[in-house]
C-alpha cells in the first residue's frame, strides 16, 4: 500500500483500490490503458518445426502425423498430400498418435475444457469423435495397443491408466509415489503393458502389467 494526504493506494487482485481513512471509504479505481495490443495481431510463423510438439510413424512407415502449435497434421513419407487434420482453431490437440488400422489418430482435445482422448481421421474428412468425458486432471499423451482397444496414459498425479475404448472403461494400473511413469510399450498380442516405474531408493525399474488378470510382475 501506498499513503498520501489521508488516503491509501493499495492492489487487490488485478485492480487499484483507493481507500479514504477520513471517510471510511474505498473505491476502485477505474483505469484504462492505451495499447497497440501486439499480442493481438497476426503473426507469421517462419520456423514451424521449432513448435513441433509430437511426431510418430503410421503402421506401414508411409506416413507421419505430427502435432505442431495445437493443431495436428499428417504428411507423407515420400509423394503424396500434406492432411491437415484438424480445423478449429480455438480448439488445441495434443500428442496425436496413428491407430493400428492406420485410419485414425488419438490424440487428446481441450475442446470441452478438460483434457479428452479422442479419435481423429487421418485423410482429414470427418468429425473428431470424443471416447472420454471425465476429465479432472492433466493427461499425458495415450500410447495405444496394437489391436487397437485399450489406450494407456499416464497424468499429472501420478496415476497409470488403461482405457478400453469399446467398453468405455477406465482401469488404474498403478500409482507413483515418486516422479510418475515413463516408457510405456505394449507386447504385440496387446496382453501385456510394459513401463517403467522409479522405486522408493530413486532407482528406476521396469514393470509389466497383465490385462487379464491385472497382474503386475517387476522385471528389474
Not at 485410419?103 to 473428431?128: M, Q, R, W
Not at 494400473?173 to 516408457?183: K, L, P
Request: overall charge negative; proline content about 5%; glycine content about 8%.
Amino acid at each position: 500500500p501506498s499513503l498520501s494526504d489521508g488516503k491509501i493506494a493499495y492492489q487487490l487482485g488485478a485492480d487499484i483500490h483507493l481507500y479514504d481513512i477520513a471517510s471510511n471509504k474505498d473505491t476502485a479505481l477505474d483505469i484504462a490503458l492505451v495499447s497497440d495490443f501486439d499480442q493481438t495481431r497476426e503473426k507469421w510463423v517462419q520456423k514451424p518445426m521449432e513448435y513441433l510438439t509430437a511426431v510418430h510413424l503410421s503402421p506401414d512407415g508411409d506416413r507421419i502425423v505430427l502435432t505442431a502449435r495445437g493443431q495436428v497434421f499428417v504428411a507423407p513419407a515420400g509423394q503424396g498430400r500434406f492432411v491437415v487434420v484438424t480445423r478449429k482453431k480455438d480448439v488445441r490437440y495434443r500428442g496425436a498418435f496413428f491407430m493400428p488400422d492406420g485410419k485414425t489418430l488419438l490424440a487428446i482435445t481441450d475442446e470441452s475444457g478438460e483434457l479428452e482422448f479422442c479419435k481423429l481421421p487421418a485423410n482429414g474428412v470427418g468429425d473428431p469423435e470424443r471416447l472420454t468425458n471425465d476429465g479432472k486432471v492433466f493427461r499425458f499423451d495415450g500410447v495405444p495397443s496394437p489391436d487397437g482397444k485399450i489406450v494407456a496414459y499416464t497424468d499429472k498425479d501420478q496415476q497409470l491408466w488403461i482405457y478400453n475404448i469399446d467398453q468405455k472403461k477406465q482401469t488404474r494400473v498403478a500409482v507413483s509415489m515418486e516422479d510418475g511413469f515413463n516408457d510405456l510399450r505394449w507386447s504385440p498380442d496387446s496382453k501385456w503393458l510394459a513401463y517403467v516405474e522409479t522405486a522408493a531408493n530413486s532407482f528406476r525399474q521396469i514393470k509389466l502389467y497383465h490385462l487379464t488378470d491385472g497382474r503386475t510382475t517387476i522385471l528389474t
